[in-house]
């Protein structure tokens, strides 16, 4: 019977939807600051947006009921005027102008007056059509026909359509009609059953202004908002900045703590699983360096443990009367010896107890080429004045330089290069040696691994050196890679981020 396991496809993230954040957002402040600022923001315009709303609307009832207010009015004053005698209505209007202080302009035309109206907006048609109906339900069919619109007082004719609105005496219109900047006035002209024209002109209140048209913001709420809203965004910051700083230490602890071991603890303070956070980084960075001291005393035990065994049985073996059992026994000592030796460079290496410190690599990789041109073997360099990078002067010289002479050892030439971008370190050796079969570079830096079948121990290392460069580089923060350059040799490049 045959069985097959199927695994659940591991979700991974829409490669459309990583490219929608940019570098900046891949932190987790800058993403918290932005949810922080989206909620805010979004919270904060909603909430404006149904205030406004609400606004707009209380603004447009009132309006509505003005228009109301002013219609029934004008109905009032229709059946009045209705009911005079003809030679009576000019005597009520001029003691109506004359008393000053009245929401109304009336007069009593033979005819209809054109003037320049404001322009259309959906409220204008609404309060058009609420006085409309409002009229016609009290006068019904007294009235023949009814004008209704809005216009400036500079804009607005009166009666022979010479005369402007705005050029009528101070004690008719100017003192309570007539504002500064000019609001819209009503204006209802209604024709009587005599045939004349009954002329109202009239301010919309409380909010004379509301039929030019409600704006999104006025300039007292753009202010308010934009206001509130710095401080929003202000307090978000605030508050993100100080809610990630235990957490930016430790991701700079754990950084430096990759270059140097010997790190000051980070602070546990913080939210409680931060402090916990803290607490077990700081238990690690305890235990790791423990654990190098014991490997230490390990290894020198080690060295003295082994080393005297095999110098005595050196000894014993010169007093072998057998000269074949003695070379042979002395070869596996060697061996042994080498092997020994070889296990604690790699440890020595690997060696984190050094500490970190400035130091120049153009000034390690000369020092290195004064030493091989001593073998009567060139290096060139390309490289800036300075290149200044933080971490292991000893140690980092020991990775280039079993580079080097690893370089120089398979070629007759070197050629290193020095290169510096805003984020990272980059090193090139190249030789013009013979290469590394391309099956065989997965396996170059495995400790012991010696591609030179011919060499042996007495001319040439354990089969350690690209073993303990990697290990230095690793412990440098950096990657090694290793490929065989066209019509040259191998090229090692060595890339170091920046702290």
């Not at 990583?18 to 957002?25: I, N, W």
């Not at 033979?110 to 009290?138: G, V």
């Not at 072998?320 to 790699?346: F, Y």
Request: one cysteine or more; glycine letters at 4%; aromatic letters at 8%.
């Amino acid at each position: 019977m045959l069985t097959s396991n199927t695994s659940k496809p591991k979700t991974r993230r829409p490669r459309w939807l990583t490219s929608l954040l940019p570098r900046a957002y891949s932190s987790l402040y800058s993403r918290l600051l932005l949810v922080m600022a989206l909620a805010v923001g979004g919270s904060f315009f909603l909430a404006t947006s149904i205030w406004l709303a609400s606004m707009h609307s209380e603004k447009e009832s009132d309006a509505l009921l003005s228009v109301e207010d002013l219609a029934i009015s004008m109905a009032q004053t229709v059946l009045y005027f209705e009911g005079l005698p003809k030679t009576y209505q000019h005597i009520i209007l001029d003691q109506q102008r004359n008393l000053g202080g009245s929401r109304f302009f009336l007069s009593v035309n033979e005819e209809r007056i054109e003037y320049e109206t404001i322009e259309d907006n959906p409220l204008k048609t609404r309060l058009i059509s609420a006085y409309e109906t409002a009229f016609r339900d009290r006068v019904g069919v007294r009235v023949r026909a009814i004008d209704v619109n809005f216009a400036y007082p500079d804009k607005l004719r009166v009666f022979n359509k010479d005369v402007l609105f705005s050029e009528l005496p101070s004690r008719w219109v100017q003192n309570n009609l007539v504002l500064n900047p000019p609001a819209p006035l009503l204006v209802a002209q209604m024709q009587m059953s005599n045939g004349d024209w009954l002329y109202l002109a009239s301010l919309m209140l409380p909010d004379p202004y509301v039929v030019e048209g409600i704006p999104p913001f006025t300039h007292e709420q753009l202010v308010f908002t934009l206001i509130l809203s710095f401080i929003l965004m202000l307090s978000s910051w605030f508050i993100v900045r100080w809610m990630t700083a235990p957490l930016r230490q430790l991701s700079e602890a754990a950084s430096l703590l990759g270059r140097d071991i010997h790190q000051v603890p980070v602070p546990e303070k913080g939210t409680f699983e931060v402090r916990e956070t803290a607490r077990a980084f700081n238990l690690m960075q305890r235990r790791i360096l423990a654990f190098i001291s014991e490997r230490n005393l390990l290894f020198s035990a080690i060295s003295h443990d082994l080393k005297t065994p095999i110098t005595r049985l050196r000894l014993r073996s010169e007093l072998l009367d057998d000269p074949e059992a003695r070379t042979k026994i002395n070869q596996d000592l060697s061996e042994l010896e080498h092997l020994v030796q070889g296990a604690l460079e790699l440890a020595r290496g690997s060696d984190l107890n050094e500490p970190t410190s400035r130091m120049d690599v153009n000034a390690l990789v000369h020092a290195i080429q004064e030493e091989v041109a001593v073998l009567n073997k060139t290096v060139h360099i390309d490289a800036p004045a300075q290149v200044q990078l933080i971490g292991r002067p000893i140690a980092f010289k020991r990775c280039l330089s079993n580079l080097i002479h690893n370089a120089v050892f398979y070629g007759s030439e070197a050629w290193i290069t020095l290169n510096e971008t805003p984020d990272a370190f980059l090193i090139t050796i190249l030789d013009n040696g013979p290469g590394v079969p391309e099956e065989e570079l997965a396996h170059i830096f495995e400790p012991f691994v010696r591609l030179e079948t011919s060499r042996n121990r007495n001319t040439g290392g354990h089969g350690l050196g690209m073993t303990i460069a990697r290990n230095i580089v690793h412990t440098h923060g950096g990657s090694i890679q290793l490929k065989n350059e066209p019509g040259m040799g191998l090229k090692v490049d060595i890339q170091l981020d920046k702290a």
